[in-house]
T-cell receptor, first 112, second 110 residues
């Protein structure tokens, strides 16, 4: 089944403890991206990648890192999480060109 | 002012009604996407538009590039259409940058 898989689905962590949220797609898509969704602010793009080793900032990149060493994986790294990074995170992928996106199921992160 | 504005923010309809959700944007775009998010959070891509009109079942999406405006129509609405509908634009000449509208929360009553 074609899908985008995010892990974990839920995570509670403490301030300052480094964490990684994984995102993997099995569709050979070139484009992958991370978003966060907050009440009243909607969805906002964190980082995106047009292909392997090509990443760029979205609207809210502060406090996050990404890497794209393989086409299928695009992990989101929070090196020192803070409570303002408590949010619902989505990963998505698409082929290059004019196509729709396939979204992961989301990761609900709480930083205490 | 947001670069992508949706209206209305909330919409309640009776089953069977024709529904229109609007999206206006102020940036140059290469494509516009309509997304659906059901309670529970999963997001599904409904349409990708760069011009004209697309139809899928009871859903119709249109875009007017000159007026920087898109509409999502739902014909013969049903309670299972209750969801948040989100407009997103892919910004021209900025690779994969996406800007989202705030979403329209639709509730269809039986």
């Amino acid at each position: 089944e074609a899908q985008v898989t995010q892990n974990p689905r839920y995570l509670i962590t403490v301030t300052g403890k480094k964490l990684t949220v994984t995102c993997s797609q099995n569709m050979n898509h070139e484009y992958m991206s991370w978003y966060r969704q907050d009440p009243g602010l909607g969805l906002r793009q964190i980082y995106y990648s047009m292909n392997v080793e090509v990443t760029d900032k979205g609207d809210v990149p502060e406090g996050y890192k990404v890497s794209r060493k393989e086409k299928r994986n695009f992990p989101l790294i929070l090196e020192s999480p803070s409570p303002n990074q408590t949010s619902l995170y989505f990963c998505a992928s698409s082929p290059s060109g004019p196509y729709g996106y396939t979204f992961g199921s989301g990761t609900r992160l709480t930083v205490v | 002012k947001n670069e992508v504005e949706q209206s209305p923010q909330n919409l309640t309809a009776q089953e069977g009604e024709f529904i229109t959700i609007n999206c206006s944007y102020s940036v140059g775009i290469s494509a516009l996407h309509w997304l659906q998010q059901h309670p529970g959070g999963g997001i599904v891509s409904l349409f990708m538009l760069s011009s004209g009109k697309k139809k899928h079942g009871r859903l119709i999406a249109t875009i007017n590039i000159q007026e920087k405006h898109s509409s999502l129509h739902i014909t013969a609405s049903h309670p299972r259409d209750s969801a948040v509908y989100i407009c997103a634009v892919r910004v021209n000449n900025q690779g994969g940058k996406l800007i989202f509208g705030q979403g329209t929360e639709l509730s269809v009553k039986p």
